[in-house]
């Protein structure tokens, strides 16, 4: 990643119903190693599973848990947990226009997440509001956002006259 100077910073975290699946679950694999339910297993082994287990949840909530908008003077970086490993760069030149839209997850998108192929694409955590950027390469990238008119104001003053000037 580059160290470019951040604008605007908006983290949209996964909302609580996913976190209670999530944590809920990996309590639910690791109790009966503790508790020894149905094994003969010595302790020292089951509470070291426990721990590659605990650590495997961890690692992917901070590898892909909630999303990450980062506004910088020359781009937009987007990108998921909380290290950035999966990430997507966009240029203000590469941006034709943007809007602040209501969209349907579900219906459009089959849920949150990356998701989407061909002309329509969004990156997501939770919510149904995003700011949509229309690209030169005539795709539309939907940017997930629990404040969309704030993230939409804060990339139109960030990119100034910058927007579109790659087409």
Known sequence: MTHERVVYRERSPWPQWVNVIFWGSMVACTYPLLAGWGTDTPFPQRLAATVAIVAAFVGIMYFVGGLTVLVKRAEIL?????????????????????????????????????????????????????????????????????????????????AGDQLGQNV
């Open 78 to 158: 987007v990108h998921l947990g909380s290290v950035g490993i999966i990430r997507k760069r966009i240029p203000f030149g590469d941006i034709v226009s943007l809007e602040s839209v209501r969209y349907h997850p579900l219906r459009e998108f089959g849920g949150w997440g990356v998701r989407g192929v061909g002309a329509k694409q969004v990156w997501s955590a939770r919510g149904d509001e995003a700011v949509v950027l229309h690209l030169v390469s005539g795709k539309q990238l939907y940017v997930g956002s629990d404040h969309p008119h704030r993230l939409e104001e804060r990339i139109r003053t960030a």
